[in-house]
Protein backbone atom coordinates (compact mmCIF):
# COMPACT_ATOMS: atom_id res chain seq x y z
CA UNK A 1 0.00 0.00 0.00
CA UNK A 2 1.25 3.91 -0.40
CA UNK A 3 1.49 5.83 2.71
CA UNK A 4 2.45 9.40 2.94
CA UNK A 5 1.74 9.90 6.59
CA UNK A 6 4.08 11.93 9.45
CA UNK A 7 4.52 8.09 10.59
CA UNK A 8 5.83 5.15 9.09
CA UNK A 9 2.95 2.27 8.68
CA UNK A 10 3.95 -1.46 9.60
CA UNK A 11 1.71 -3.70 8.44
CA UNK A 12 2.76 -6.43 11.03
CA UNK A 13 0.60 -4.14 13.90
CA UNK A 14 -2.49 -5.26 12.15
CA UNK A 15 -1.83 -8.64 13.10
CA UNK A 16 -1.98 -7.89 16.93
CA UNK A 17 -5.97 -6.68 16.38
CA UNK A 18 -6.75 -10.15 16.42
CA UNK A 19 -6.79 -13.18 18.86
CA UNK A 20 -3.84 -15.31 18.81
CA UNK A 21 -4.05 -19.08 20.40
CA UNK A 22 -0.21 -18.61 20.75
CA UNK A 23 0.95 -14.72 21.74
CA UNK A 24 4.58 -14.42 22.54
CA UNK A 25 5.05 -11.18 21.31
CA UNK A 26 3.37 -9.69 24.54
CA UNK A 27 5.72 -7.49 26.19
CA UNK A 28 3.32 -7.47 29.40
CA UNK A 29 2.45 -10.06 31.79
CA UNK A 30 -1.16 -10.80 33.07
CA UNK A 31 -3.69 -7.87 33.14
CA UNK A 32 -5.23 -6.21 36.40
CA UNK A 33 -8.88 -6.34 36.21
CA UNK A 34 -10.54 -3.19 36.94
CA UNK A 35 -12.63 -4.72 39.92
CA UNK A 36 -9.36 -5.24 41.42
CA UNK A 37 -8.25 -1.50 41.39
CA UNK A 38 -12.68 -0.65 41.96
CA UNK A 39 -12.12 -2.95 45.53
CA UNK A 40 -9.09 -1.07 46.48
CA UNK A 41 -11.20 2.34 46.32
CA UNK A 42 -14.26 1.73 47.00
CA UNK A 43 -17.19 1.80 44.47
CA UNK A 44 -18.33 5.00 46.58
CA UNK A 45 -15.42 6.66 46.29
CA UNK A 46 -15.76 5.34 42.45
CA UNK A 47 -18.84 7.20 42.27
CA UNK A 48 -18.09 10.39 43.55
CA UNK A 49 -15.03 10.80 41.73
CA UNK A 50 -15.56 14.55 39.84
CA UNK A 51 -14.76 13.72 35.22
CA UNK A 52 -13.67 17.92 35.65
CA UNK A 53 -10.05 18.66 34.05
CA UNK A 54 -6.69 17.16 35.62
CA UNK A 55 -3.94 19.28 36.04
CA UNK A 56 -1.91 19.43 33.55
CA UNK A 57 1.34 18.14 35.64
CA UNK A 58 -0.97 15.23 36.87
CA UNK A 59 -2.75 14.23 40.13
CA UNK A 60 -0.80 15.24 43.12
CA UNK A 61 -1.51 12.41 45.07
CA UNK A 62 -0.27 10.13 41.95
CA UNK A 63 2.88 12.16 41.54
CA UNK A 64 3.84 11.68 44.87
CA UNK A 65 3.68 8.10 44.79
CA UNK A 66 5.81 8.11 41.50
CA UNK A 67 8.07 10.56 43.26
CA UNK A 68 8.69 7.37 45.82
CA UNK A 69 9.37 5.06 43.44
CA UNK A 70 12.06 7.00 42.08
CA UNK A 71 13.18 8.68 45.09
CA UNK A 72 12.83 11.89 43.65
CA UNK A 73 10.89 14.76 44.95
CA UNK A 74 6.96 15.00 43.21
CA UNK A 75 7.46 18.54 41.48
CA UNK A 76 10.08 16.48 39.35
CA UNK A 77 7.31 14.17 37.90
CA UNK A 78 4.36 15.24 35.04
CA UNK A 79 1.99 12.20 34.46
CA UNK A 80 1.79 11.40 30.54
CA UNK A 81 -0.94 8.93 29.23
CA UNK A 82 1.44 6.04 28.64
CA UNK A 83 5.42 6.32 28.35
CA UNK A 84 5.02 7.03 24.43
CA UNK A 85 3.32 10.05 24.93
CA UNK A 86 6.60 11.31 27.13
CA UNK A 87 8.45 10.33 24.24
CA UNK A 88 6.95 12.40 21.50
CA UNK A 89 6.83 15.29 24.24
CA UNK A 90 10.32 15.09 24.51
CA UNK A 91 10.74 14.81 20.71
CA UNK A 92 8.69 17.63 20.08
CA UNK A 93 9.65 20.47 22.48
CA UNK A 94 13.65 19.31 22.22
CA UNK A 95 13.54 19.65 18.19
CA UNK A 96 15.27 22.20 16.64
CA UNK A 97 16.69 22.67 13.05
CA UNK A 98 19.39 20.30 12.15
CA UNK A 99 19.54 19.10 15.89
CA UNK A 100 21.25 15.83 15.91
CA UNK A 101 19.62 12.62 18.33
CA UNK A 102 21.82 9.63 19.73
CA UNK A 103 19.46 6.16 19.88
CA UNK A 104 20.74 3.28 20.84
CA UNK A 105 19.87 0.21 18.98
CA UNK A 106 17.97 -2.16 19.21
CA UNK A 107 15.37 0.10 20.47
CA UNK A 108 11.59 0.71 20.90
CA UNK A 109 10.18 1.90 17.44
CA UNK A 110 8.44 4.85 18.90
CA UNK A 111 11.83 5.87 20.08
CA UNK A 112 12.99 5.82 16.67
CA UNK A 113 9.55 6.90 15.07
CA UNK A 114 9.04 9.94 17.42
CA UNK A 115 12.51 11.38 16.47
CA UNK A 116 12.15 11.11 13.08
CA UNK A 117 8.52 12.86 12.96
CA UNK A 118 9.65 15.96 14.48
CA UNK A 119 12.58 16.32 12.08
CA UNK A 120 15.81 14.92 13.98
CA UNK A 121 18.79 13.68 12.66
CA UNK A 122 19.04 10.41 14.32
CA UNK A 123 22.28 8.58 14.38
CA UNK A 124 21.78 5.15 15.66
CA UNK A 125 24.37 3.19 17.58
CA UNK A 126 23.67 -0.30 17.14
CA UNK A 127 24.48 -2.73 20.37
CA UNK A 128 25.77 -6.27 19.47
CA UNK A 129 23.30 -9.28 20.66
CA UNK A 130 27.23 -11.60 20.74
CA UNK A 131 27.92 -9.14 23.78
CA UNK A 132 24.35 -9.16 25.11
CA UNK A 133 23.37 -5.72 23.96
CA UNK A 134 25.58 -3.73 26.61
CA UNK A 135 26.54 -0.06 25.95
CA UNK A 136 29.58 1.38 25.58
CA UNK A 137 30.24 4.81 27.01
CA UNK A 138 32.79 5.53 24.30
CA UNK A 139 30.70 4.43 21.27
CA UNK A 140 27.66 6.66 22.43
CA UNK A 141 30.54 9.21 22.60
CA UNK A 142 31.41 8.72 19.33
CA UNK A 143 28.46 9.39 17.72
CA UNK A 144 28.16 13.31 19.46
CA UNK A 145 28.82 16.35 18.10
CA UNK A 146 27.28 19.89 18.81
CA UNK A 147 24.37 19.54 17.49
CA UNK A 148 23.43 16.68 19.17
CA UNK A 149 20.38 17.84 21.93
CA UNK A 150 19.30 14.42 22.76
CA UNK A 151 20.78 10.94 23.61
CA UNK A 152 17.99 8.24 24.50
CA UNK A 153 18.38 4.50 25.79
CA UNK A 154 15.75 2.24 27.95
CA UNK A 155 17.28 0.20 30.73
CA UNK A 156 16.21 -2.19 31.18
CA UNK A 157 16.32 -2.61 27.58
CA UNK A 158 13.82 -3.53 25.24
CA UNK A 159 13.84 -6.02 23.23
CA UNK A 160 16.58 -7.74 25.28
CA UNK A 161 15.76 -6.73 29.29
CA UNK A 162 19.29 -5.79 29.46
CA UNK A 163 20.15 -3.30 32.36
CA UNK A 164 22.39 -0.07 31.95
CA UNK A 165 24.55 0.47 34.84
CA UNK A 166 24.72 3.12 36.49
CA UNK A 167 28.31 3.18 36.23
CA UNK A 168 27.98 3.65 32.51
CA UNK A 169 25.01 5.76 32.58
CA UNK A 170 27.60 7.98 34.26
CA UNK A 171 30.27 7.85 31.99
CA UNK A 172 27.37 8.77 28.79
CA UNK A 173 26.41 11.88 30.84
CA UNK A 174 30.00 12.63 31.28
CA UNK A 175 31.17 12.19 27.29
CA UNK A 176 27.89 14.35 26.82
CA UNK A 177 29.25 17.57 28.80
CA UNK A 178 32.43 17.24 27.02
CA UNK A 179 31.04 16.95 23.49
CA UNK A 180 27.40 18.55 23.91
CA UNK A 181 26.78 19.97 26.81
CA UNK A 182 23.22 20.83 25.58
CA UNK A 183 21.83 17.57 25.60
CA UNK A 184 19.05 15.64 27.62
CA UNK A 185 19.98 12.01 28.11
CA UNK A 186 16.57 10.77 28.13
CA UNK A 187 16.17 6.83 29.88
CA UNK A 188 13.42 5.13 29.20
CA UNK A 189 12.46 3.21 32.72
CA UNK A 190 9.61 1.48 31.88
CA UNK A 191 10.71 -2.17 32.76
CA UNK A 192 13.12 -1.07 35.82
CA UNK A 193 10.59 -2.20 38.56
CA UNK A 194 10.23 -5.76 36.66
CA UNK A 195 12.30 -7.47 38.15
CA UNK A 196 12.92 -11.33 38.89
CA UNK A 197 12.24 -13.35 42.18
CA UNK A 198 14.14 -11.21 44.96
CA UNK A 199 16.53 -9.42 41.94
CA UNK A 200 17.37 -5.86 43.30
CA UNK A 201 15.42 -2.87 41.70
CA UNK A 202 17.91 -0.79 39.72
CA UNK A 203 17.85 2.91 41.35
CA UNK A 204 16.30 5.78 38.79
CA UNK A 205 18.46 8.05 36.53
CA UNK A 206 16.56 10.74 37.50
CA UNK A 207 18.83 11.60 40.39
CA UNK A 208 22.23 11.44 38.25
CA UNK A 209 22.31 14.40 36.32
CA UNK A 210 19.74 17.84 35.79
CA UNK A 211 20.22 16.72 32.14
CA UNK A 212 18.34 13.23 32.94
CA UNK A 213 15.03 12.43 32.15
CA UNK A 214 13.40 9.64 32.60
CA UNK A 215 10.25 8.12 31.30
CA UNK A 216 8.26 4.89 32.88
CA UNK A 217 4.35 3.85 32.94
CA UNK A 218 2.18 1.17 34.64
CA UNK A 219 2.40 -1.21 31.39
CA UNK A 220 4.73 -3.66 32.25
CA UNK A 221 5.48 -4.28 35.83
CA UNK A 222 2.25 -3.46 37.26
CA UNK A 223 0.15 -4.91 34.70
CA UNK A 224 -2.33 -2.10 33.68
CA UNK A 225 -1.02 -0.82 30.35
CA UNK A 226 -4.98 -0.24 29.52
CA UNK A 227 -4.84 2.65 32.40
CA UNK A 228 -2.75 4.80 29.85
CA UNK A 229 -0.90 6.16 32.70
CA UNK A 230 2.43 6.84 32.18
CA UNK A 231 5.50 9.90 33.41
CA UNK A 232 8.35 11.84 32.92
CA UNK A 233 10.96 12.84 35.72
CA UNK A 234 13.32 15.55 35.39
CA UNK A 235 15.35 17.85 37.59
CA UNK A 236 15.04 20.61 35.01
CA UNK A 237 12.53 22.89 36.44
CA UNK A 238 12.21 24.95 33.06
CA UNK A 239 12.49 21.74 30.55
CA UNK A 240 9.54 20.63 32.89
CA UNK A 241 7.26 23.45 32.47
CA UNK A 242 7.99 23.46 28.76
CA UNK A 243 7.10 19.76 28.45
CA UNK A 244 3.94 20.81 30.53
CA UNK A 245 3.28 23.41 27.96
CA UNK A 246 3.44 21.00 24.95
CA UNK A 247 1.49 18.44 26.82
CA UNK A 248 -1.31 21.29 27.34
CA UNK A 249 -1.57 21.50 23.92
CA UNK A 250 -1.62 17.79 23.25
CA UNK A 251 -3.69 16.50 25.52
CA UNK A 252 -4.58 19.27 28.09
CA UNK A 253 -4.62 16.37 31.08
CA UNK A 254 -4.83 13.02 31.57
CA UNK A 255 -8.54 11.64 32.93
CA UNK A 256 -9.46 12.03 36.32
CA UNK A 257 -10.62 8.68 36.81
CA UNK A 258 -7.52 6.45 35.36
CA UNK A 259 -5.47 8.89 38.01
CA UNK A 260 -7.42 8.09 40.92
CA UNK A 261 -6.93 4.17 39.80
CA UNK A 262 -3.64 4.77 39.31
CA UNK A 263 -2.62 6.24 42.31
CA UNK A 264 -4.53 3.22 44.40
CA UNK A 265 -2.41 0.71 41.87
CA UNK A 266 0.84 2.43 43.28
CA UNK A 267 0.17 2.85 46.98
CA UNK A 268 -0.75 -1.58 46.82
CA UNK A 269 1.86 -1.88 44.46
CA UNK A 270 4.23 -4.46 46.14
CA UNK A 271 1.27 -6.95 45.81
CA UNK A 272 0.79 -6.65 42.05
CA UNK A 273 4.25 -6.43 40.76
CA UNK A 274 5.09 -9.45 43.37
CA UNK A 275 2.49 -11.19 41.73
CA UNK A 276 4.34 -10.57 38.25
CA UNK A 277 7.36 -10.84 39.85
CA UNK A 278 6.34 -14.65 40.37
CA UNK A 279 4.99 -15.33 36.78
CA UNK A 280 7.44 -13.91 34.85
CA UNK A 281 10.33 -15.56 36.91
CA UNK A 282 8.65 -19.15 36.27
CA UNK A 283 8.01 -18.14 32.74
CA UNK A 284 11.98 -17.56 32.48
CA UNK A 285 13.23 -20.36 33.69
CA UNK A 286 11.01 -22.64 31.38
CA UNK A 287 12.45 -20.30 28.54
CA UNK A 288 15.66 -20.84 29.43
CA UNK A 289 15.42 -24.66 29.58
CA UNK A 290 14.12 -24.80 26.15
CA UNK A 291 17.06 -22.60 24.54
CA UNK A 292 19.80 -24.53 26.14
CA UNK A 293 18.20 -27.57 24.60
CA UNK A 294 17.91 -25.29 21.16
CA UNK A 295 21.10 -24.00 21.36
CA UNK A 296 22.99 -24.82 18.30
CA UNK A 297 19.99 -23.26 16.20
CA UNK A 298 18.97 -20.57 18.35
CA UNK A 299 20.74 -18.15 20.69
CA UNK A 300 19.47 -15.39 22.95
CA UNK A 301 20.50 -12.92 25.48
CA UNK A 302 19.57 -13.72 28.90
CA UNK A 303 17.72 -10.88 30.10
CA UNK A 304 18.28 -8.69 33.48
CA UNK A 305 14.52 -7.67 33.79
CA UNK A 306 11.15 -7.73 31.86
CA UNK A 307 8.97 -10.46 30.55
CA UNK A 308 10.69 -10.40 26.77
CA UNK A 309 14.22 -12.09 25.43
CA UNK A 310 15.87 -11.47 22.32
CA UNK A 311 16.89 -14.21 20.54
CA UNK A 312 18.66 -15.36 16.76
CA UNK A 313 18.18 -17.94 14.24
CA UNK A 314 21.90 -19.50 14.22
CA UNK A 315 23.29 -17.62 10.59
CA UNK A 316 25.29 -20.60 10.08
CA UNK A 317 22.17 -22.63 10.10
CA UNK A 318 19.49 -20.23 8.45
CA UNK A 319 20.43 -19.13 5.18
CA UNK A 320 17.29 -15.76 4.16
CA UNK A 321 15.12 -18.40 2.81
CA UNK A 322 14.85 -20.85 5.79
CA UNK A 323 13.98 -17.23 7.83
CA UNK A 324 11.58 -16.89 5.41
CA UNK A 325 10.06 -20.16 6.27
CA UNK A 326 10.27 -20.19 9.78
CA UNK A 327 8.27 -17.21 10.05
CA UNK A 328 5.68 -18.77 7.19
CA UNK A 329 5.48 -21.73 9.77
CA UNK A 330 5.28 -19.77 12.75
CA UNK A 331 2.37 -17.95 10.85
CA UNK A 332 0.98 -21.65 10.03
CA UNK A 333 0.72 -22.64 13.61
CA UNK A 334 -0.69 -19.00 14.91
CA UNK A 335 2.21 -18.34 16.93
CA UNK A 336 2.89 -15.01 17.55
CA UNK A 337 6.71 -13.09 18.08
CA UNK A 338 7.95 -9.57 17.31
CA UNK A 339 10.54 -10.26 14.35
CA UNK A 340 13.40 -8.04 14.84
CA UNK A 341 12.14 -5.73 11.78
CA UNK A 342 10.43 -3.93 14.54
CA UNK A 343 13.44 -3.38 17.11
CA UNK A 344 16.06 -2.41 14.00
CA UNK A 345 17.39 -6.62 13.42
CA UNK A 346 16.62 -8.31 10.50
CA UNK A 347 14.42 -11.18 10.64
CA UNK A 348 16.46 -13.61 11.87
CA UNK A 349 16.18 -12.02 15.09
CA UNK A 350 12.94 -12.16 17.16
CA UNK A 351 11.63 -11.17 20.80
CA UNK A 352 9.73 -13.33 22.65
CA UNK A 353 7.43 -12.78 25.46
CA UNK A 354 7.25 -15.38 28.06
CA UNK A 355 4.98 -13.73 30.88
CA UNK A 356 1.69 -13.36 29.43
CA UNK A 357 0.58 -16.75 28.30
CA UNK A 358 -0.61 -19.68 30.98
CA UNK A 359 2.43 -21.99 31.58
CA UNK A 360 0.46 -24.85 29.44
CA UNK A 361 0.01 -22.72 26.62
CA UNK A 362 3.81 -20.90 26.45
CA UNK A 363 5.31 -24.58 26.93
CA UNK A 364 3.19 -25.60 23.83
CA UNK A 365 4.32 -22.65 22.01
CA UNK A 366 7.64 -23.09 22.22
CA UNK A 367 7.27 -26.33 21.22
CA UNK A 368 5.69 -24.72 18.26
CA UNK A 369 8.49 -22.44 17.55
CA UNK A 370 10.80 -25.96 17.72
CA UNK A 371 8.47 -27.23 14.96
CA UNK A 372 9.13 -24.03 12.92
CA UNK A 373 12.65 -24.52 13.17
CA UNK A 374 12.79 -27.80 12.08
CA UNK A 375 10.82 -26.59 8.68
CA UNK A 376 13.26 -23.98 8.23
CA UNK A 377 16.34 -26.04 9.09
CA UNK A 378 14.97 -28.76 6.36
CA UNK A 379 14.56 -25.50 3.76
Given at each position: MDWTGRFPHYEYFSTLEGEHRFNLAESTAEDLLLGELIDLIGL?????????????????ALRAEIGKRCESPPDWVMTTQGAALGLYLVASELARPKAVAVLAAPYFLPSYDTLIANGWQVRVVRGDFDHDYRLDADVIGAA?????????????????GIVTPEATLQAILD???????????LVDETYREATYDDDEVAASAVNLSPRVITCASLSKAHGAPGLRTGWLTTPDADLRERLMAAKRNMSICDSSLTEQLATALLKNAASFIARYRRKVSAGLRIVAQWQAEEA????????????????????????????????????????????????????????????????ERLLEGLALISRALDHAESH
Open positions: DTIRNIRLEYSSVAGLALCPRTGLVSLASPQNPARMAQRSPEAYLDRLGWVRPDAGAICCMRLNPRLFDGGAVATFWQALADYDVLLRPGSLFGEDDSYFRLGFGYLPV
